[in-house]
Every structure is written in structure tokens, then in C-alpha cells.
């Protein structure tokens, strides 16, 4: 359960950044749902979950520990190779980090949602870490040429090894 009130406004300016990347569904008040809306693309499905912090914090540690909660709910939906789930995080001075989560790790990531290099964690049940692998680039952009050709599904890259 989170604490204070929901993130009203971040969730509304999280919606205006995410349509770059595709059509966005923002999920209804009370829904219970452990996401705030959903990203569709010609290529992946994205979950977000939106929280504000009230200090700036750079250690990816530090998020895991504020977000433990958000992270164990993101995991209780299965896993597949077209749908990601990730966190957006706003501090109080307007700047925002992006993680995404896995079973077994969170990884930060560029608002893109493409992959930030050595950034890769321990979840906070500490479960042993499976690297992503190479990202690779997916089918068509479905009418979005805004979204960069090489920006696709973190998961789409365990597709490619076993074709």
C-alpha cells in the first residue's frame, strides 16, 4: 500500500512523455491495478507505474528500497516476450528516473525505454540476475515514427536467440 496521495499530476505528464512512444491507455481511479497506464506499440506492451519521491535519489539501491512494494506488485503479472513493466520516478524538482522490471532485476533505462548500460541491480528480494542481453530491433513502428527504429522490447532480444 502506498502511502499520501496519488500521483495526480505526474501520471498526467508521464501520459504526455509516454504517447511518443505509442497509443497510451491510462487506467481507471480504483481500478487496483499495480500500473497507471499502458503504452501499445506496433512492437511491445508497456506497464507503467508512476511515483514522486520527495528527494532526489541517485542510487539505484534507494529506489529499490522506496519502491520495494510497487516492484513485488509489477511481479506478480506474468513475464512475456512482448510486454515490459516499468517504473517512473519523479522527484520533487521535475526530473524523472525510469527502471524497468524483471523477475529477477531492475534495470534503468532512458525514457525511451531503451537500456542504460551498468545499471542493472539486485531486486529487493535479492534473486539472482539474469542480464538482458542485446537489444534488438523489432517489426514496424505501427505509424509511430517518432520512436526511434532501434528502441524496441527488452524481451523481444531472447526471441532472437532462439530463432
Not at 515490459?84 to 522490471?101: C, D, K, M, S, Y
Amino acid at each position: 500500500m502506498t502511502r499520501g496521495r496519488p500521483p495526480v499530476k505526474a501520471v498526467k505528464e508521464a501520459i504526455d512523455m509516454a504517447k511518443i512512444r505509442g497509443r497510451v491507455w491510462k487506467v481507471p481511479e480504483g481500478a487496483g491495478l499495480p500500473f497507471d497506464f499502458v503504452i501499445f506499440s506496433g512492437f511491445c506492451i508497456w506497464f507503467i507505474k508512476v511515483r514522486r519521491t520527495r528527494s532526489n535519489l541517485s542510487e539505484l539501491q534507494d529506489i529499490l528500497q522506496l519502491c520495494n512494494a510497487d516492484i513485488r506488485d509489477f511481479r506478480m503479472m506474468p513475464e512475456s516476450a512482448v510486454s515490459a513493466r516499468e517504473l517512473w520516478v519523479l522527484a520533487p524538482h521535475g526530473t524523472w528516473q525510469f527502471f524497468r522490471i524483471t523477475a529477477d532485476a531492475v534495470t534503468e533505462i532512458r525514457s525511451d525505454g531503451s537500456a542504460i548500460p551498468g545499471t542493472l541491480a539486485n531486486s529487493p528480494d535479492q534473486h539472482h540476475i539474469h542480464p538482458a542481453g542485446p537489444v534488438i530491433t523489432g517489426p514496424g513502428m505501427g505509424g509511430h515514427h517518432s520512436v526511434p527504429g532501434d528502441i524496441v522490447c527488452h524481451y523481444l532480444s531472447s526471441l532472437k536467440e532462439k530463432t
